[in-house]
C-alpha cells in the first residue's frame, strides 16, 4: 500500500534530509520532556508520594514493557499505513499522556499516565524514525541516523529547563505545558514523513531515478538484500545484534531513571546541579552521535559497538565508586560519548545485515529483546539500591553485564543469504551467462 499524500515539493535537497531534520526535531522534544527528565520527575514524586525507588521505576520498566510488546504491531502500522499517520496519531497520544500525569494523585493513576506515553512515545519517536530513515538512505545510513537521534543528546540540554520549571511552577503544570508543547510542535512535523523514495521517483541517497535508467533500477531492486522478517529471525546474528544491544540498554536505562537521584541523595547536590549533569552527560552525546554516524559508514560496526559497550561498563563501573561531583560528571560524560556513538551504528547495522524492505517489522521484534535491557536496567537498580541504600552493587553488576554484552558483537558477523535470494542471484547469473 502506497502512502497517499502529495509528492515532496519540488527541491534542491534530497527529501531524505528533511526527514532526518523532522526526526531531529522529535527526538529533541520526546527525549528532553520525558525520557531524559524521568530523573527529575523521579525526586518531586518521591518528596510528594512518598514511593520507593522500585514503584517509580516500575513505571519507566511498564513503558519500556509496552514499546517492546508493541513494537512488531507498530513495524506492521508503519507499513500499512504509512509514517506520517503513524507519528502523528502517536504524538498526539504522548501529549494527552502528559496532560494526563499532570492530574495523577495515585500510583495506579500515574501507570496508567506513563503507559498512554509509552504508547505515544513507540508511535512518534524513536521507532518511527528510524524505520523511515532506513529507507531513504543506503551508503549515508549512519549519517542520517546519526544526525536524526543526536536530536536525543541536544533534548538533554532540556533537562535544567525542566528542573528549574518544576521548581518554579511545579511539576503538575510542566507536565500539562509539556504536552500541550509536544502536540503544537510534533503533529506539524509528523506531517513531513514519508514511507520511501521510490514511492517518489527517487532512490535512497538522492540519486534520481529517470525513465532513461527506470529498466536497470528495477532489475538491481529485484536483486537488494532484503530479508523479511521471518528469514531474519532464523538467522544468529539477529539474535546477536539484539541482545547485544539490550545489554547496552541496561547502563542507559539504569542513568536515565536514577543518575538525577543518584547525584541527589548519594551526594547530596540540588536537582539543578544534578541536571547540569545531565547536560554534560548528553554534550557529549550530542558530540559523538553525529561523529559517530560518520565512523559508522567508515568503519567495522561490530568493532565500533564493542568499543562503545566497553565505554558504558567503564563509566558505570566508574560511577559506582564517584565520591564527588567531578568525578560523577566525567563519567557521565564517557557514558554519552558511548552512547551517541553506539545508537546510529547499532541501528543502521540491521538495515546493513537485512535490508530495507522489512526493516521496521525486524527492527520490531529486536525491540521486544531490547526492552528486556531497558526494563531491568531502572528496575534492578531501584529493587536493590531500596535494599542496600547505596547504588554501588546495582551499578556493578550492570556494568559488568554490559562489558560481557560486548562479545554479542565480536561474533555479530554478516549472515549469509536466505536460500530465496541465494536462487536468485544464481538465475541472474545464468541469464547474463547466457
Known amino acids: 500500500m502506497v502512502e497517499t499524500g502529495g ?5 534542491r535537497i534530497f527529501y531524505g534530509w528533511w526527514i532526518v531534520a523532522s526526526g531531529f526535531v522529535v527526538q529533541l522534544l520526546t527525549a528532553g520532556m520525558i525520557l531524559q527528565s524521568f530523573g527529575v520527575y523521579f525526586v518531586h514524586f518521591q518528596e510528594q508520594f512518598g514511593w520507593s525507588r522500585t514503584q517509580i521505576s516500575a513505571a519507566f520498566s511498564i513503558q519500556q514493557l509496552e514499546t517492546g510488546i508493541f513494537g512488531p504491531i507498530q513495524g506492521w502500522l ?49 521507532m518511527a524514525m528510524i524505520a523511515t530513515i532506513a529507507n531513504w538512505f543506503e551508503k549515508k545510513r549512519s549519517r542520517a541516523m546519526g544526525i536524526a537521534m543526536s536530536g536525543m543528546a541536544v533534548g538533554g540540554l532540556l533537562v535544567p529547563a525542566m528542573a528549574w520549571s518544576m521548581d518554579a511552577y511545579g511539576w503538575r503544570s510542566t507536565a500539562f505545558g509539556s504536552g500541550v ?27 534520481a531515478a529517470d525513465s532513461t535508467d527506470e529498466d536497470e533500477t528495477a532489475e538491481s531492486t529485484s536483486l537488494e538484500l532484503n530479508f523479511t522478517a521471518m528469514e531474519a529471525l532464523r538467522t544468529r546474528v539477529f539474535w546477536y545484534v539484539s541482545f547485544g544491544h539490550a545489554s547496552a540498554l541496561l547502563v542507559v536505562s539504569a542513568l536515565m531513571v536514577h543518575l538525577v537521584p543518584f547525584v541527589v541523595e548519594r551526594l547530596e547536590y540540588s536537582t539543578a546541579t544534578a541536571g547540569t549533569v545531565v547536560t554534560l552527560m548528553t554534550a557529549a552525546m550530542m558530540v559523538s552521535q553525529v561523529g559517530g554516524g560518520a565512523l559508522g559508514d567508515r568503519v567495522n560496526k561490530r ?30 560524560m564517557l557514558h554519552g560519548a558511548s552512547w551517541g556513538a553506539r545508537v546510529p551504528i547499532v541501528i543502521s547495522i540491521r538495515a546493513d545485515y537485512f535490508g530495507r524492505k522489512s526493516y521496521a517489522t525486524i527492527m520490531g521484534f529486536s525491540s521486544m529483546i531490547m526492552t528486556m535491557g531497558m526494563m531491568t536496567g531502572a528496575l534492578f537498580t531501584g529493587f536493590v539500591t531500596d535494599r542496600t541504600d547505596d547504588y554501588t552493587l546495582a551499578f556493578a553488576i550492570l556494568a559488568t553485564l554490559s562489558a560481557l554484552g560486548s562479545l554479542l558483537f565480536l561474533v555479530s558477523s554478516p549472515p549469509p543469504l536466505p536460500e530465496r535470494l541465494q536462487r536468485t542471484a544464481r538465475l541472474r547469473s545464468d541469464q547474463r551467462q547466457a
Open 303 to 332: 568493532y565500533a559497538l564493542m568499543v562503545c559497550l566497553m565505554g558504558h561498563a567503564a563509566a558505570l563501573f566508574g560511577m559506582a565508586s564517584a565520591t564527588n561531583i567531578w568525578l560523577v560528571a566525567l563519567f557521565a
Open 7 to 11: 509528492k515532496p515539493p519540488a527541491r
Open 181 to 207: 508543547l509536544l502536540i503544537l510542535a510534533g503533529v506539524p512535523l509528523g506531517q513531513l514523513m514519508r514511507r520511501s523514495p521510490e514511492d517518489y521517483g527517487e532512490v535512497p541517497d538522492g540519486a
Open 78 to 126: 508503519f507499513i500499512k499505513f504509512g509514517p506520517r499517520k503513524v507519528v502523528t496519531v502517536g504524538i498526539i497520544i504522548a501529549g494527552i499522556g502528559l496532560m494526563m500525569l499532570s492530574r495523577i494523585q495515585n500510583l495506579w493513576q500515574f501507570y496508567i499516565a506513563f503507559t498512554a506515553v509509552a504508547i505515544g512515545v513507540s508511535l512518534g519517536g524513536f
